[in-house]
């Protein structure tokens, strides 16, 4: 098979596995955290060469779990207020924190139902939008779209 079919096939394979590029992904955490993408294989433990060639969709996968893990939780860390200001000594830190956690990846370690990801969801609604244009949005939303329209009540009422 030709290079670029690979490509493009590890590419599709990508998307489906992890819901899109994982040089996408990568390349939002290089600017997220202003490192290198050799700085960041470090954290994440993987070579620079394998990182770089999954990037590119040479490989179609991450075969470390942990590697996998890692990735998500600086993606989650993103979203955490310290470092979304962008402070220098935030975005170490949480590189840090990644680098020598020792995550274990089994069945019953990653959530299901994503109940933990509604605490960072009220929390970026409230960055974004004020109590006020949280319940406008709400009223728009009202009968044609209940969930949605609740979610954004109670991200208002937090406040």
Do not use: C
């Not at 990182?51 to 993103?78: C, Y």
């Not at 609604?125 to 949280?134: N, V």
Request: hydrophobic fraction near 45%.
């Amino acid at each position: 098979m030709e290079d670029h079919k690979i490509v493009q096939r590890n590419i599709a394979l990508q998307r489906e596995w992890y819901g899109e590029p994982l040089g996408d992904r990568v390349r939002r955490l290089v600017v997220a955290f202003r490192v290198s993408q050799a700085q960041l294989a470090e954290v994440l433990g993987i070579s620079a060469p394998m990182l770089s060639q999954v990037m590119s969709g040479r490989r179609a996968k991450i075969g470390n779990p942990s590697v996998l893990a890692r990735m998500i939780m600086l993606e989650r860390k993103v979203l955490t207020p310290d470092v979304a200001t962008g402070a220098p000594e935030a975005l170490q830190r949480a590189l840090e924190e990644v680098r020598v956690s020792k995550p274990t990846v089994s069945r019953d370690s990653l959530p299901v139902n994503g109940a933990g990801d509604e605490a960072v969801v009220l929390t970026n609604l409230r960055r974004i939008a004020d109590r006020r244009e949280l319940a406008q949005a709400a009223d728009v939303l009202g009968d044609e779209f209940p969930a949605l329209a609740d979610l954004l009540r109670r991200a208002g009422r937090g406040r």
